[in-house]
């Protein structure tokens, strides 16, 4: 098995720049979802989540990688689906994600470059431009599909977490230890 093509190929330097992740930053809208909301006359709010997303989460956290996020909608869909996978910075309602990274930067003492950041437009592209590996899911925006490092072969909310999450435990020879559930 060719471990750097699990689900297409993978160039020499996304490789070596998922090999220096030690946090991994994500959008949710677009990313964890596939971007549609849906709305219940009563005002409830739904969105969909893929299981195969929350077992890469959970075995990246499992595997001593953290794993945050920051995303410009505010919804209490959000804050369970993160908090049941363990992710502990839960970063909602957010207009400037600049502010949230630093922070993140410092609470986790790493560097631009061993930060992983997964989005889908426009609005992310501030914090993609700062990181190590900037990554854009297969259905972003076409603007910030040509700016990111590496675009995921599977869609939003289909997945792409779940590709991000298992090239950087493979490329950090992580990926046959890694633990997670299908949550």
């Given at each position: 098995m060719d471990k750097r093509a699990l689900?297409?190929?993978?160039s020499d330097t996304v490789w070596q720049k998922a090999a220096q992740i030690k946090l991994l930053?994500?959008?949710v809208d677009g990313v964890f979802s596939d971007g549609q909301v849906y709305m219940g006359n009563n005002g409830e709010e739904l969105?969909?989540?893929h299981t195969r997303d929350g077992y890469g989460v959970k075995s990246l956290i499992n595997a001593g990688i953290a794993v945050a996020v920051i995303t410009g909608r505010q919804s209490k869909i959000v804050e369970n689906r993160m908090s049941a996978l363990g992710v502990s910075h839960i970063y909602q309602g957010v207009d400037n994600k600049l502010v949230p990274y630093?922070?993140?930067?410092e609470h986790y003492q790493v560097s631009p470059e061993q930060v992983a950041y997964i989005g889908d437009d426009v609005v992310d592209l501030t914090?993609?431009?700062k990181v190590g590996l900037s990554v854009c899911v297969n259905d972003g925006h076409?603007?910030?599909?040509?700016q990111a490092d590496m675009l995921t072969y599977t869609a939003g909310g289909k997945g792409a977490v779940r590709e991000l999450t298992?090239?950087?435990l493979l490329s950090q020879d992580q990926f046959s230890s890694a633990s997670g559930m299908s949550v």
């Open positions: 689900y297409g190929p993978v930053i994500c959008d969105k969909a989540f630093a922070e993140l930067l914090v993609m431009e076409p603007y910030v599909k040509q298992d090239l950087i």
